[in-house]
């Protein structure tokens, strides 16, 4: 299986500031690489796909990049609705797996 | 607008087995994929396997090979997840997901499932 390494494990930032969440593949996944948030008690929802493709109807303020085994999803400008959790996910190759997520609270 | 509703929340026994649904509407569910997936509140998530309504061929995690059998009924539009010989460990909330224009780009709300006697 493919185990995807995600980091910071919790991450605090102020609003208006810039985070980045680090994903990193065990091999190559040729850029089959999804984002999502989760609020609490709520179900994940897809923010970036292929790696930097935005899906739609979320905000510009959010951008994926990266290849081969080492990603990032970036968060411009953070608001208070961004605190969340955020999963990466290879859908590369089977079985499909996440990092172990990242959660992301207001300082 | 594709919705992807869930079956209410279980309490089964021990050594028991639930049946989970996934009703979908606003798409094409006859000619889609469905993939399943597992999460421990406050941990990551599992995929559990998938299915593709159009002919009920499916893949699955070998972690969940025999404890999840997944179906489809093209008629109603609704995926099923049966879950069998129930642990402690599989206590969890259990989430359908499709790729509808991008990969799991909808989602139904969850079930959570509580194993307990």
């Known amino acids: 299986d493919i185990q995807m390494t995600q980091s910071p494990a919790s991450l605090s930032a102020s609003l208006g500031e810039t985070v980045t969440i680090e994903c990193r593949a065990s091999e190559d996944i040729y850029n089959g690489l999804a984002w999502y948030q989760q609020k609490p008690g709520k179900s994940p929802q897809l923010l970036i796909y292929n790696a930097n493709s935005l899906h739609t109807g979320v905000p510009s303020r959010f951008s994926g990049s990266g290849s081969g085994t080492q990603y990032s999803l970036k968060i411009n400008s953070l608001q208070s609705e961004d605190v969340a959790s955020y999963f990466c996910q290879q859908y590369y190759n089977y079985p499909y797996t996440f990092g172990a997520g990242t959660k992301l609270e207001l300082k | 607008q594709v919705k992807l509703q869930q079956s209410g929340a279980e309490l089964v026994k021990p050594g028991a087995s639930v049946k989970l649904s996934c009703k979908t509407s606003g798409y094409t569910f006859s000619t889609s994929y469905m993939s399943w997936f597992k999460q421990i509140p406050g941990q990551s998530i599992e995929w559990i396997g998938m299915?593709?309504?159009?002919?009920?061929?499916?893949g699955y995690n070998q972690k969940f090979k025999g404890k999840a059998t997944l179906t489809v009924d093209t008629s109603s539009s609704t995926a099923y997840m049966d879950l069998s010989s129930l642990t402690t460990e599989d206590s969890a909330v259990y989430f359908c997901?499709?790729?509808?224009?991008?990969?799991?780009?909808?989602w139904g709300q969850g079930v959570m499932v509580t194993v307990s006697s």
């Open positions: 299915i593709y309504a159009g002919d009920g061929g499916t």
């Open positions: 997901a499709t790729y509808y224009s991008a990969p799991f780009d909808y």
